[in-house]
């Protein structure tokens, strides 16, 4: 009655314990597995509870190597269905940009969660870990070269001038502004516009602006390129075009773009001295050029960091190492258990119950099983039965024995002799059970 009791409290306690759990995990998905360099994708992140919570979600920052992240960390609350339970849920995302090809994995990050258990209104807070999740970079396509290669979804360019293109003159300056909108990319992936020189007047970069013009959806970036000219020459003469090219993830395909042509008519000028002055102004403006120290980024191997992949790959030969080890020692245990098992009583049992029914192979195995047999007995079998006053036995053998020695036909008594033998062997096991041998065939039929 007290164990029946006993047994009550310890199922309502662990009901208990289980109602009171905290019942809260976590969904990740990216949409796409396979990307280009530059090609955004997406990763969502749900964090799911089967009560409420009771206060803003709490994560680390997401790093992955060789790759700009942009994160919306704004949660969208709402409600999802699972093998028909419903969780609240907090979803935020990131958009990736990766920039070097190779094969990569999104390292876990820790969230914390502050929601109730189930059956309990006293939140808890709880540390959970979205999964690891592994993406591929593909190379650039043969027909691009990494210098003009560009992903976007859209892109507008536009050119504004900064004075009007009528009435120009030798010495004059004109200072033409392109700018490029690009949806869906970073303005850090927007390439810079090259800038031919001229026969006919000197060129003077100006340093590019880049502007960050996300939304609450998706990456965009602006680039807004300057270059001043100095017209030295007098005649007709046409600006170079200015050209985007880009690759468009959705569909797959190649995309380009021009500014107009732009032709225009120098004049003379008989004040020559003003080209020089001008000269000198322009000069003076252009950027300084500074060498900067790019540092490079620790050496990766299948996009893990080379010291995290040796420390893996030690704990993996280590872990090899002790499995090698244990299956050597159960090798040699099973080596030594079958030794052991090819030397018992069973064995030699199991192999006189198979013998067939020639009488030399028969009465030879019925030897060498009686030799390992583990109870004391005499070296002769028949003599074992007389002094155990088993005369039946003993009889039966010698009526066995003569059958097989004086009649070659009377082969068909293998049968019954296996039979009794099988009795008699029981008959002596249970005198001291304690002796009898442990080591059992797994063909061995029992006798009954």
């Given at each position: 009655m007290v164990k029946k009791h006993l047994l009550l409290v310890l199922l309502l306690y662990a009901a208990l314990i289980a109602r009171a759990q905290v019942k809260c995990f976590v969904q990740t998905q990216m949409d796409r597995s396979t990307v280009y360099a530059q090609q955004p994708f997406k990763i969502t992140i749900s964090v799911l509870t089967a009560t409420w919570y009771t206060a803003p979600l709490e994560f680390d920052n997401l790093q992955i190597p060789n790759a700009f992240i942009m994160p919306f960390d704004k949660t969208v609350p709402g409600i999802f269905t699972i093998n028909g339970q419903n969780y609240a849920g907090l979803t935020f995302y990131y958009i990736v940009f990766p920039y070097k090809e190779g094969h990569y994995t999104l390292p876990p990050i820790n969230i914390v969660a502050t929601t109730p258990p189930v059956g309990d209104s006293k939140a808890q807070r709880i540390n959970v870990k979205m999964q690891a999740l592994s993406y591929i970079v593909k190379p650039v396509p043969k027909n691009f070269s990494s210098d003009n290669w560009f992903v976007a979804k859209d892109v507008s360019i536009e050119q504004r001038w900064s004075r009007s293109l009528s009435r120009l003159k030798v010495g004059d300056v004109v200072t033409r502004t392109i700018?490029?909108?690009?949806?869906?990319?970073?303005?850090?992936?927007?390439?810079?516009l090259k800038t031919d020189?001229?026969?006919?007047?000197?060129v003077y970069p100006q340093p590019s602006t880049l502007t960050d013009t996300r939304d609450e959806y998706d990456a965009n970036g602006q680039r807004i390129q300057s270059v001043t000219y100095l017209l030295e020459k007098e005649g007709n003469f046409t600006f170079p075009q200015a050209t985007i090219e880009w690759f468009n993830p959705i569909n797959s395909r190649v995309y380009k773009r021009n500014t107009p042509v732009v032709k225009i008519h120098v004049a003379t000028n008989p004040n020559l001295g003003i080209l020089k002055t001008a000269k000198d102004s322009l000069k003076?403006?252009?950027?300084?050029?500074?060498?900067?120290?790019?540092?490079?980024?620790?050496?990766?191997?299948y996009g893990i960091l080379w010291y995290y992949f040796a420390l893996y790959s030690l704990a993996a030969l280590c872990v090899l190492?002790?499995?090698?080890?244990?299956?050597?020692?159960?090798?040699?245990?099973?080596?030594?258990?079958?030794?052991?098992?090819?030397?018992?009583?069973?064995?030699?049992?199991?192999?006189f119950n198979r013998s067939s029914a020639e009488h030399s192979t028969l009465?030879?195995?019925?030897?060498?099983?009686?030799?390992?047999?583990?109870v004391k007995h005499t070296a002769s079998i028949q003599e074992n039965a007389r002094e155990g006053n088993a005369a039946d036995i003993d009889e039966e053998l010698a009526a066995y024995y003569k059958q097989q020695y004086a009649d070659e036909s009377a082969n068909n008594k293998s049968a019954e002799f296996k039979r009794n033998?099988?009795?008699?062997?029981?008959?002596?096991?249970?005198?001291?059970?304690?002796k009898a041998d442990k080591h059992i065939s797994t063909s061995q039929t029992e006798w009954e």
């Open positions: 700018t490029i909108n690009a949806r869906g990319t970073l303005p850090q992936f927007i390439p810079e020189s001229l026969s006919w007047g000197s003076a403006t252009l950027p300084v050029k500074t060498t900067i120290n790019v540092k490079k980024g620790p050496y990766l191997i190492y002790f499995v090698v080890r244990m299956l050597i020692k159960f090798g040699k245990w099973l080596s030594n258990q079958y030794k052991v098992y090819l030397t018992s009583e069973r064995y030699w049992f199991g192999k009465l030879r195995n019925l030897y060498k099983w009686w030799d390992h047999f583990p033998i099988r009795k008699y062997r029981a008959a002596l096991m249970s005198i001291d059970p304690s």
